[in-house]
Nanobody, 128 residues
Framework: VQLVESGGGLVQAGGSLRLSCAAS????????IAWFRQAPGKGREGVSA????????YYSDSVKGRFTISSDNAKNTVYLQMNSLKPGDSAVYYC??????????????????????WGQGTQVTVSS
């Protein structure tokens, strides 16, 4: 099982990045995929999530209206389009997977909510 993130980098405030989460080794459309981020000295934040079954989505208040999550089931890949980036968005971004039956959007912000698989992360740095 693998989740591999890519697309991170350095961008100026107001710029955009698109992160990718490529999955392998499990039945992609039986799982929901989420993006989390963690900045130095801060806890994990659930940023966005998508059901690969019905396309329903979740966004944290901090990114709503700026980030868009999407899924390409044919490519086993979930994307996170990040626009209007701010220095406060700087963090390591991780994707994670959970079997669809256990997906509860209201628990994404709960650090005790356990995910089945995690990627290694990709660094996003937004300069002011």
């Amino acid at each position: 099982v693998q989740l591999v993130e890519s697309g991170g980098g350095l961008v100026q405030a107001g710029g955009s990045l698109r992160l990718s989460c490529a999955a392998s080794g499990f039945t992609f459309d039986a799982y929901a995929i989420a993006w989390f981020r963690q900045a130095p000295g801060k806890g994990r934040e659930g940023v966005s999530a998508i059901s690969t079954t019905d396309g329903s989505t979740y966004y944290s208040d901090s990114v709503k209206g700026r980030f868009t999550i999407s899924s390409d089931n044919a490519k086993n890949t979930v994307y996170l389009q990040m626009n209007s980036l701010k220095p406060g968005d700087s963090a390591v971004y991780y994707c994670a997977a959970i079997i669809e039956e256990l997906l509860i959007f209201g628990l994404i912000a709960d650090p005790r909510y356990e995910w089945d698989y995690w990627g290694q992360g990709t660094q996003v740095t937004v300069s002011s």
